[in-house]
């Protein structure tokens, strides 16, 4: 499929730890799962930088809790 | 400049024969031009010929309306989208875009799992039998399915796929062995459909029988 280039990550136990939870949870290879983050981080960046807001909705109440990133 | 995934044949619904054709990644400005300036009249003109008749639109191509420079305007940058074409004979003979970040499986059984979200979808209007009595190519759809499968996998979604499908693209998804979930209200009330690992290969494997 689409080539990829490989890199040493450093992480800490307790990091590597969430890593490899989020790994299990999601039924994804480590690097999937930091592939995932990636996507998600640089999106919400380019949203914040045309001025928008990330919000989290509750989908039973529609209560809407602003994620606030300082 | 974008590269090769995959060499595929394409067949030629006239002989039978089959032409080498090229998945490539990702859609550029080439690709975008083929639609502006060989997709685009054909639509046009299929627009012009339907409204001349007075054919209801809602029988009217229902992707008439597809802008895919805006899409790809929309996307431009951002890791969450990928983008393929199939070419040959110098030209673009269909093209898919998918989100691999915002989407997540439904079957009770892969529920909140990831896939890759198919967006959009579309083959050369002179390959689709709702624009030309004669259609050039066969199976520009299903090898675009079968690349959504394999970036499935090499994602490590294990071959998961979803899409909301256009009516009268329901046929063909219900062909591709996905499963229907019925009409979205969430979104525009279009029908829902996905595949998991083993109807994708299932769908592989018959593909390679045929």
């Known amino acids: ?70 | 400049m974008s590269s090769i995934i995959e060499r595929v044949p394409l067949i030629v619904r006239a002989t039978g024969d089959e032409i080498d054709a090229e998945i490539r990644h990702p859609i550029e400005e080439s690709n975008l031009h083929d639609w502006e300036t060989k997709w685009k009249p054909i639509v046009e003109a299929t627009e012009k010929r339907l409204r001349a008749q007075g054919i209801p639109r809602a029988q009217w191509p229902q992707d008439l309306h597809w802008d895919w420079r805006k899409k790809m305007t929309d996307m431009r940058g951002l890791l969450s989208g990928a983008t393929f074409t199939i070419e040959c004979e110098k030209a673009t003979q269909g093209m898919m875009a998918v989100n691999v970040s915002n989407a997540r499986a439904r079957i009770e059984q892969q529920n909140g799992q990831h896939l890759v979200y198919v967006e959009y979808l579309e083959a050369a209007p002179w390959n689709r039998k709702d624009h030309m009595a004669a259609p050039r190519f066969r199976g520009v759809g299903s090898i675009l399915i079968i690349t959504a499968i394999a970036l499935s996998r090499s994602e490590d979604f294990k071959g998961r796929i979803g899409l909301h499908s256009l009516p009268q693209a329901d046929e063909f998804y219900t062909r591709c062995g996905m499963t229907d979930l019925g009409a979205d209200p969430k979104y525009y009330n279009l029908r829902y459909f996905e595949m998991t690992p083993e109807q994708a290969t299932k769908f592989l494997e018959g593909k390679e029988k045929s």
């Open chain 1, 1 to 70: 499929m689409i080539s990829k280039k490989t890199m040493t990550l450093n992480l800490t136990d307790t990091e590597m730890d969430a890593l490899e939870r989020l790994s299990a949870q999601k039924d994804l290879t480590k690097t999937a799962v930091l592939r995932q983050a990636l996507r998600l981080y640089q999106l919400v960046e380019a949203r914040l930088v045309r001025g928008e807001k990330l919000y989290f909705e509750n989908d039973a109440t529609k209560e809407k809790a602003e994620l606030m990133l300082v």
